[in-house]
């Protein structure tokens, strides 16, 4: 029920609801296509980001061995 995308050509659905649930008439969900279920273990929690990839190493990396004063 996504509106107001690029290049709305539909009206916008005027002033109808895009939620649910509503008491005007307006989208209900449809349970086939709901995602499906998947039982999972394991631990979870918050955890250190082990990866180095700061905001600035990418493109330190991209300047210091790709870009030249040429």
């Known amino acids: 029920m996504q509106r107001d995308g690029p290049?709305?050509?539909?009206?916008?659905?005027?002033?109808?609801?895009?939620y649910e649930p509503n008491t005007m008439g307006?989208?209900?969900?449809?349970?086939?296509?709901?995602?499906?279920?998947?039982?999972?273990t394991?631990?979870?929690?918050?955890?250190?980001?082990?990866?180095?990839n700061t905001c600035y190493e990418q493109p330190r990396t991209l300047w210091n061995k790709v870009f030249s004063e040429g």
């Open 26 to 40: 307006g989208p209900v969900e449809d349970p086939s296509a709901a995602w499906h279920k998947e039982p999972l």
């Open 42 to 52: 394991g631990t979870t929690g918050r955890f250190k980001h082990s990866h180095p």
């Open 7 to 18: 290049a709305v050509v539909n009206g916008n659905s005027g002033g109808e609801p895009n």
